[in-house]
């Protein structure tokens, strides 16, 4: 079934998603996001398992393990971190509509070009840009956990903020090209 025919103002029940025509590098983007943001959703079942087993060692055994509890919000980390970018590929990503669900479809693809290009690239890539660095920084000397239990090699999951917004820059330029394609057709 296809959505309803937008009209000029108050398109509020259409999302802007289901009028932005794909683009080959939003198709080949968002495929690679989402299949990545898919696998990544693993972490979950896994930390789940962590989660009971550093219940049954406490309560049971009477002995908690720092590594267990480090090990848990690395793994939240990385559910977190790829459920970004996961999200924008996806266009579950949580907006705040007030005003632009007045907006024709037009403004609204207008506003969401802007947003991407001024508040949101700039920010993951900085992020990104300086998640290299503190990754390099905790390569280079070696970074460990400072618990005699913990986890060692502290740059793979540090790895993980570089990554993640790579991913979130890359669903922004693919989200960035559906809305300029979207208004570069005279018909919108």
Known sequence: MSPPEATEIGDAGLKLDDKLPATAFSRWADQLVIRLGLLSSAVWGVLVLAILTGVFQRHLLSQGTIFIEEFQWHLYAVGIAFAIAFCMANDSHIRVDVLSRN?????????????????????????????????NTAYQSGEVS????????????????????????????????????????PAN
Not at 150 to 165: D, E, Q, T, V, Y
Request: charge should be positive; aromatic fraction near 12%; proline fraction near 4%.
């Open 146 to 185: 400072l618990a005699p239990d913990g986890l060692g090699h502290r740059w793979i999951i540090k790895s993980m903020l570089p990554i993640a917004f790579g991913l979130l820059t890359l669903a922004s330029l693919s989200r960035l090209t559906r809305c300029i394609a979207f208004l570069r057709n």
């Open 103 to 135: 907006f024709s479809m037009r403004r609204s693809a207008w506003v969401e070009s802007i947003g991407i290009v001024v508040l949101l690239l700039p920010y993951a890539l900085f992020v990104l840009w300086n998640g290299i660095l503190f990754v």
